[in-house]
């Protein structure tokens, strides 16, 4: 990978949230910022390698609503004109239901040079902190993952839930808690058995990660009652039941 | 991540070849194994940092078949019981078509501690090198992965090929140039266009990377003309079109 110029905006991923699992590239890049933008509050560990950078957070705060996208992508082009070092930082891949492509492409339309660090996105390797193969040569060879909501807040009006129930062995779902009744629902509906097991994973790779195991007609119950709140990941499927041999943390 | 002990096994996802793409906690696995395990071989960089183990290559040679995965389970277990801190390097993520799975059970049930470290996987992190975002909030909020063999060699019988094409709008292929057109033959029988765009990534992330554009039609034939080989990521979507506007190598 090339050098970090001024004037860049590097996107970075930042991983499920154990600093272990910060790449090469991306404790390079958060060494050499000059400013690191990011919504939600990062680790402390993960912070240190950013100790030379001013900090921005964009995130909610004292009650305020969240920025919308336009001002984020505003201030990443303004950072870079000012011929800053831009890191901005998301949690887990910037392409996995992080928003990365459009602010590439905001970048890109203000003609800002910039670069995608990949990162260990949480329903993959949050999902083996707690002991879930996402694939399993006897189990499924398959996986699919969605977004539990979209810009209006609702779970996705788009998605085939029957197809999905069919097409994939494990079912992955990110930003869905408040939506899990609903999804739930459509799933069955589309012939996926109540008895399918469920695992809904807080904080993945955290010293404080909860697991929470259930089934797919109890789960949103289930969430209520075990007061397990976001960010969590969703994983739906046999193959969470080999959890409890796999186990390792 | 506790401390890598004598008589471990950590299985480490390696990532799609960047050695920029390692994490830390592989880099720190290899810098303290005694001995590293793989099939495929790593790039020069990746194995600078097991430097002081042993390297042990499982993968085919000389025409010679690569050993059965009974074999290889059988050796992870004898490097552990012989009191070694053993790392088996695997490309990407070990629970992504890495048979992780396998080798993780076959530890426990010979009694022998084990760590997985995930890494970056091609079919996100390879991807995003070419510039095509695996998911993107106003083209698709869902993706599929699939691997294109099983353990027959042919492709998984058990896959609902329609329901494939309803459920995601980003299909993402693994290990499937072999078997592209009858893969293609399903989708667009089960209602997938002809023209969806389809991109071929061969070595993906690394500088000799080859990248193809082609459609579901024409993918088989273009693959076969192109000389591209294995190992290469397939994705199937509208994503791909983002590839032009994106592309930061």
Same mark, same amino acid.
């Given at each position: 990978?090339?050098?970090?110029?001024?004037?860049?905006?590097?996107?970075?991923?930042?991983?499920?949230?154990?600093?272990?699992?910060?790449?090469?590239?991306?404790?390079?890049?958060?060494?050499?910022?000059?400013?690191?933008?990011?919504?939600?509050?990062?680790? /402390?560990? @993960?912070?240190?390698? *950013?100790?030379?950078?001013? #900090?921005?957070?964009?995130?909610?705060?004292? +009650?305020?609503? =969240?920025?919308?996208?336009?001002?984020?992508?505003?201030?990443?082009?303004?950072?870079?004109?000012?011929?800053?070092?831009?890191?901005?930082?998301?949690?887990?891949?910037?392409?996995?239901?992080?928003?990365?492509?459009?602010?590439?492409?905001?970048?890109?339309?203000?003609?800002?040079?910039?670069?995608?660090?990949?990162?260990?996105?949480?329903?993959?390797?949050?999902?083996?902190?707690?002991?879930?193969?996402?694939?399993?040569?006897?189990?499924?060879?398959?996986?699919?993952?969605?977004?539990?909501?979209?810009?209006?807040?609702?779970?996705?009006?788009?998605?085939?839930? /029957?197809? @999905?129930?069919?097409? *994939?062995?494990?079912?992955? #779902?990110?930003?869905?808690?408040?939506?899990? +009744?609903?999804? =739930?629902?459509?799933?069955?509906?589309?012939?996926?058995?109540?008895?399918?097991?469920?695992?809904?994973?807080?904080?993945?790779?955290?010293?404080?990660?909860?697991?929470?195991?259930?089934?797919?007609?109890?789960?949103?119950?289930?969430?209520?009652?075990?007061?397990?709140?976001?960010?969590?990941?969703?994983?739906?499927?046999?193959?969470?039941?080999?959890?409890?041999?796999?186990?390792?943390?």
């Amino acid at each position: 990978m090339s050098e970090f110029a001024k004037g860049e905006v590097w996107l970075v991923g930042a991983g499920p949230g154990d600093a272990g699992l910060l790449t090469l590239h991306a404790v390079e890049a958060l060494r050499t910022a000059d400013v690191e933008i990011q919504d939600a509050l990062k680790s /402390a560990k @993960v912070l240190e390698y *950013a100790a030379g950078a001013e #900090l921005v957070f964009l995130g909610k705060r004292g +009650g305020k609503p =969240s920025p919308k996208q336009p001002e984020i992508n505003a201030r990443l082009v303004a950072e870079a004109k000012a011929g800053r070092r831009v890191v901005r930082l998301k949690g887990g891949d910037p392409f996995m239901f992080g928003r990365g492509t459009e602010e590439v492409l905001a970048l890109v339309a203000a003609g800002v040079k910039f670069r995608v660090v990949p990162g260990i996105t949480a329903g993959i390797g949050g999902l083996a902190y707690a002991g879930i193969p996402v694939t399993s040569r006897d189990v499924n060879s398959s996986v699919i993952f969605l977004t539990g909501h979209d810009h209006t807040g609702l779970s996705p009006e788009g998605i085939d839930w /029957a197809a @999905v129930g069919h097409a *994939a062995g494990m079912i992955v #779902l990110y930003m869905a808690m408040r939506h899990m +009744g609903e999804i =739930s629902d459509k799933l069955m509906a589309g012939g996926l058995s109540g008895d399918t097991p469920v695992a809904v994973v807080m904080r993945a790779s955290m010293p404080e990660m909860r697991i929470l195991d259930t089934t797919l007609a109890r789960a949103a119950k289930d969430i209520e009652a075990s007061g397990i709140g976001a960010p969590a990941i969703i994983s739906i499927g046999r193959g969470n039941l080999l959890r409890e041999q796999m186990a390792w943390l």
